[in-house]
């Protein structure tokens, strides 16, 4: 009997770890080492609108406006909006103060009178946007930009094929930021594998550009907790290639409470494999492609494997407490070990916030969170 939950604890975490890693060593290897097999027009420039949701944010905003004023893109062809919820702090003064005395660049400033989320702020400001313009770059607050941002990313749109750019992000070199940087390598190599193949199903808030046009004829997803990971797998859906490109580079610092954000993080990207394709479908989308595959693929890992994880540990630690097996007892041993190393360690946590925010999910959406 012990021997049978042992030997189920580690058929459930072969199948927990395996497919994963086999899968990132198939991807880097395969797809990541693709050229990107788009048809570039060097000399595309096209008008782009960037919205950018502010609350408190008096930390940040400067230098964020200071960051797109810096771009190497013509301003001419660039317009800002940065759109409020009724910040607290000094947050409306300092943007007013900023466009008064940069006047050669194009920012204007919505107000909302109540704070309803980063979504309802988002709509709000895409009501003000001129129909037809080409690009739309959404983009958080705390998040800094290369200089080289914006005309990296309309190369990608020369290319019609290609519905939505989102960037790679790294963390401000700080202490606290190593493990967070693992994580995000990871990531992005995936992302980046993926869109090569045809797109990417996860996409970041803190610059995702989509195509007007899509914007136009669909809107953007709007169900509880859809505000950013999920515009990436919406405009897959269309039929249209979406990816995460590997030189539109941006920065976050590490604010706040880390637990909390990646808690929300993790529930933001549950609610993207709960819904987003249910909604593609509402609205009629669902265009197949290659992205069908990994779209199933990152599904099962965000929505099913991490529980086979946690299966395999309550087996383990049944069959230890119940029979004091030494089996168990140096399984478990060997498994708490190998936390020692940093990609274990944060591949670990990562499967723990993924359940906590399944559960989470069930009660709260997090569509307003403070820091
Ligand atoms: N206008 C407005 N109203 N803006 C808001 C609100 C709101 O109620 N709440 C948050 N924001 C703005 C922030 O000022 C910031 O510019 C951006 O939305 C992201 O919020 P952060 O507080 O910086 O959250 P984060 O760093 O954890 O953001 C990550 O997770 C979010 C969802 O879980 C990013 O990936 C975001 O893009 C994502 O929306
Ligand atoms: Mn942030």
Avoid at 9 to 33: E, I, Q
Avoid at 81 to 104: C, F
Wanted: hydrophobic share 40%.
């Amino acid at each position: 009997m012990v021997l049978l939950l042992i030997a189920l604890a580690l058929v459930l975490a072969a199948v927990h770890f395996l497919p994963p890693l086999l899968y990132f060593v198939y991807a880097k290897k395969r797809w990541l080492t693709q050229p990107w097999n788009f048809h570039f027009v060097e000399k595309f420039r096209p008008r782009i609108t960037i919205i950018n949701p502010t609350y408190n944010e008096e930390d940040f905003i400067e230098r964020k406006l200071d960051d797109i004023r810096l771009q190497d893109y013509d301003q001419k062809m660039v317009e800002t909006i940065v759109v409020d919820s009724a910040s607290t702090d000094k947050t409306s003064q300092l943007v007013e103060n900023w466009a008064e005395l940069h006047n050669y660049v194009n920012v204007k400033f919505v107000q909302e009178g109540l704070r309803n989320g980063k979504l309802h702020a988002l709509k709000s400001a895409l009501e003000k946007v001129k129909e037809g313009c080409e690009i739309i770059v959404f983009t958080d607050t705390d998040s800094f930009w290369y200089p080289t941002a914006l005309s990296r990313m309309v190369r990608y749109f020369s290319d019609k094929s290609v519905g939505s750019v989102t960037c790679c992000i790294s963390y401000e070199d700080t202490g606290s930021s190593v493990g967070e940087n693992v994580y995000r390598n990871y990531y992005n190599t995936l992302r980046i594998a993926e869109s090569k193949r045809w797109a990417t199903p996860i996409h970041n808030g803190p610059f995702l550009a989509i195509r007007g046009s899509l914007i136009d004829r669909y809107g953007i997803p709007d169900f509880p907790g859809s505000d950013d990971s999920c515009f990436g797998a919406f405009v897959a859906f269309m039929g249209y290639r979406a990816i995460e490109a590997n030189d539109v580079l941006v920065e976050e610092p590490m604010r706040g409470s880390q637990f909390r954000r990646k808690l929300r993080r993790a529930q933001h990207l549950i609610l993207n494999f709960l819904y987003t394709k249910k909604y593609a479908k509402q609205k009629g989308l669902c265009t197949e492609s290659p992205f069908d595959r990994t779209w199933m693929f990152e599904w099962w890992l965000h929505i099913i494997n991490p529980s086979l994880l946690f299966g395999s540990l309550t087996l383990l630690i049944l069959s230890m407490v119940l029979t004091q097996s030494l089996i168990s007892t140096g399984l478990l041993t060997v498994g708490f070990l190998l936390l020692s190393f940093r990609p274990v360690r944060t591949w670990v946590v990562q499967q723990f916030y993924l359940m906590m925010a399944l559960f989470r999910n069930t009660w709260t959406r997090d569509t307003m969170w403070g820091r």
